[in-house]
């Protein structure tokens, strides 16, 4: 995955971690029909397993006794590991606990429904037996086999769809690739690469695995556009109905990522189908020492927020260097799997919101004559719901099938609801309703947006080791500010905002810890900061209030909606609940 708080690399990856129209226009007929099809089928399936796994799970985020901050797979590049010291690893990758079995059946087990593993990763080390590079794990390891045969075999037993992971760009091992400038000069020719490695190791995997359903290329940069259309051509002959992801470049992939653990805050179907790369903890990469792992709940309520918004989630788990998924990873993955068992009706092969997103009390997910509430932060005993035009002929609990009381006069809708939630983690009232097309009255329809709008924490992408969310006060905090990697709250609005906005913000502080400077920013991918709104943190009490900043303005190309501290972090433990954006 990429760096995200390596500020030299935000520019490289501009095109690909931008949601893109898909550029399928000039392949042949019969593969634009095998390309649709494909993404009617990844449609349906909106649950994926990201596997991160390589030579990086051995020093698991340190490196000569040093911890090393940042995400566990860019050590070698964060160290500046010397490409003769980072082979050694090599000879200590000996995953005997590897399963195939097991990792296929814990992502059946998790509801996930397809699966993405590294078959190379930015340290240029392929996880599969290659005839074009030696630094292979069949060829350069005590294991001396190819995991990815069995693992393909036993998605396939389970009906999962199986796919790669392939840095086509960045590639620290390799003089003409991008990323290590430790070790080879500046100048690159990037064809000799592309010809020497990348062409023919994509060559391979397309041809040793079966039935690819992707290819989920990352961080490009390097590549010209003539060199791209080059590789999307040879992945389209070899398997015509292989997706491919945007982060190809240049706007040639066939879905869209949006950046890692990046949510758009209102639902997105502009540009086709998309996808929210997202990890379970911290890292991608296995790394010892990064146990903040994410609650059940949060990650429950992030896949019904995703899919009410029309994306796919593909959710990371880093196998260690013994080949052994962490267990944290495992529970929390049977959790969701759980509670996909009982309500996976409401997730699987449903279309997006027809509402704008107003709160966090609830998203919505439809089908034909059916649409599903989700309940994420229980309401109490009533929940209004506005703008259904279809009259309800029948609303149950999915989990339960118990009737949902509830009252019906025009466009409003009103449940009666007991005073604790049915389910723990995201309750589900199924509404069957009259006519198939959900019908939702103007001013209320998805990409109509508010006067006032509310970007509550719980939405935002949290950036950084210490930040943490709280769901008891639904608020982040522990802003701590370092030189280079402060924890920041990220909202992406995908040009679903335009305009100046009178800017407010909930929070609380104690007293004793105000004073530290904040910037709330309007951040433009490629071009930095926009504009900015500065100011300093209160005290409140340690109560929540609500309070003015300012005006702030977010244009369609505006990418990331930005908070932090600045120069100090005396301020970190204030907590930080929602910023209101009023027109």
């Known amino acids: 995955m990429p760096n995200t708080r390596s500020v030299s690399l935000i520019l490289a990856m501009a095109a690909a971690a931008a949601i893109t129209g898909r550029a399928a226009s000039d392949d042949p007929p019969e593969v634009r029909a095998a390309t649709e099809k494909a993404l009617r089928d990844f449609d349906e399936r909106k649950f994926g397993m990201f596997i991160h796994w390589g030579l990086y799970a051995i020093p698991a985020g340190e490196w000569k006794g040093k911890y090393v901050r940042g995400i566990g797979e860019w050590i070698m590049f964060r160290e500046k590991i010397p490409v003769k010291e980072y082979e050694q ?244 993955l049977r959790v969701m799997g759980k509670w996909l068992k009982v309500n996976g009706e409401s997730i699987y092969g449903t279309s997006p919101s027809p509402f704008y997103i107003q709160d966090i009390t609830w998203r919505a997910t439809a089908k034909p004559g059916k649409l599903y509430l989700h309940i994420l932060n229980w309401p109490g005993t009533s929940l209004k719901i506005e703008g259904l035009q279809n009259k309800v002929l029948k609303a149950q609990f999915l989990a339960t099938k118990a009737a949902v009381p509830f009252n019906q006069k025009g466009a409003v809708l009103q449940f009666t609801l007991p005073a604790k939630p049915v389910d723990p983690y995201n309750t589900v009232i199924a509404l069957d309703l009259e006519g198939s097309d959900v019908r939702v009255a103007d001013g209320f329809r998805a990409g109509q947006l508010p006067n006032r709008l509310d970007l509550y924490a719980w939405v935002a992408r949290l950036r950084g080791e210490e930040i943490r969310y709280d769901f008891e006060t639904q608020s982040a905090s522990h802003f701590k500010v370092f030189q280079q990697e402060n924890n920041v709250l990220l909202w992406y609005p995908y040009g679903s905002l335009d305009g100046s906005f009178e800017v407010e913000m909930t929070y609380s502080c104690p007293d004793a810890a105000a004073g530290s400077k904040f910037l709330l920013s309007s951040e433009r991918r490629g071009a930095g900061t926009e504009e900015r709104l500065a100011g300093v943190i209160q005290g409140t009490g340690g109560k929540f209030v609500t309070r003015k900043l300012g005006r702030l303005t977010v244009r369609p190309q505006t990418s990331a909606i930005q908070f932090r501290l600045v120069e100090d972090d005396k301020s970190e433990s204030m907590k930080l609940r929602k910023i209101t954006l009023i027109r």
């Not at 010209?224 to 190809?248: F, G």
């Open 89 to 332: 690893l090599a000879k200590q990758f000996n995953p005997v606990k590897f399963n195939a079995d097991e990792w296929a059946g814990l992502a059946q087990e998790a509801g996930m429904r397809y699966l993405v593993i590294t078959s190379k990763h930015h340290d240029g080390f392929a996880m599969f037996k290659s005839n074009v590079s030696k630094f292979n794990i069949a060829d350069a390891t005590p294991y001396k086999k190819d995991p990815m045969v069995p693992l393909s075999a036993a998605c396939a037993r389970r009906g999962i769809q199986f796919g790669f992971y392939y840095s086509q760009d960045q590639d620290w091992h390799e003089p003409n690739a991008r990323g290590n400038n430790w070790d080879f000069p500046e100048e690159r020719n990037a064809q000799i690469y592309l010809e020497g490695k990348a062409l023919p190791q994509v060559k391979e995997i397309l041809s040793g695995y079966g039935k690819l359903s992707l290819i989920w290329f990352d961080t490009p940069g390097l590549l010209s556009e003539q060199q791209v259309t080059d590789l999307r051509r040879m992945v389209k002959t070899l398997q015509p109905s292989c997706l491919i992801n945007s982060r190809i470049g240049h706007g040639r992939g066939d879905y869209a990522q949006t950046g890692d653990n990046a949510i758009p805050i209102q639902v997105y179907t502009k540009d086709g189908k998309w996808e929210v790369p997202a990890t379970l903890n911290d890292t991608w990469g296995y790394k010892k020492n990064d146990n903040n792992w994410k609650d059940p709940r949060d990650l429950i309520g992030k896949l019904a927020d995703i899919v009410s918004k029309g994306g796919n989630y593909l959710l990371n788990v880093g196998p260690t260097a013994e080949g052994i998924i962490p267990k944290p990873s495992q529970d929390i």
